[in-house]
């Protein structure tokens, strides 16, 4: 894969997805519906979220954003 600004890692039980984006909003938003989808999937869920840019503060926002709405009941 080629190799983005922002690269997130999801894995679950027996799964793994990447998502990347040439911003920290693009990634996001692919991150998070790929979340929503798995949150729906109970043997795949609970999901891991790995974060992978050169951006120190942009990937500490991602990593509160990504805690905040893999807590919530309904992600949405």
């Known amino acids: 894969m080629e ?13 793994e997805c990447r998502v990347s984006g040439a911003t920290e909003g693009e ?3 692919a991150a998070e519906t790929i ?4 949150r729906q999937q109970p043997k795949v869920w609970p999901a891991q979220v790995h974060i992978e840019c050169e951006d120190f503060a942009a990937a500490k926002r991602l990593a ?3 805690a905040a709405i893999t807590v919530e009941p309904d992600l949405g």
């Not at 979340?35 to 798995?38: R, Y």
């Open 64 to 66: 509160g954003y990504f």
């Open 3 to 15: 190799n983005a600004p922002f690269n997130i890692v999801i894995r679950g039980r027996g799964y």
């Open 35 to 38: 979340l929503h989808q798995l």
């Open 27 to 29: 990634a996001a938003d």
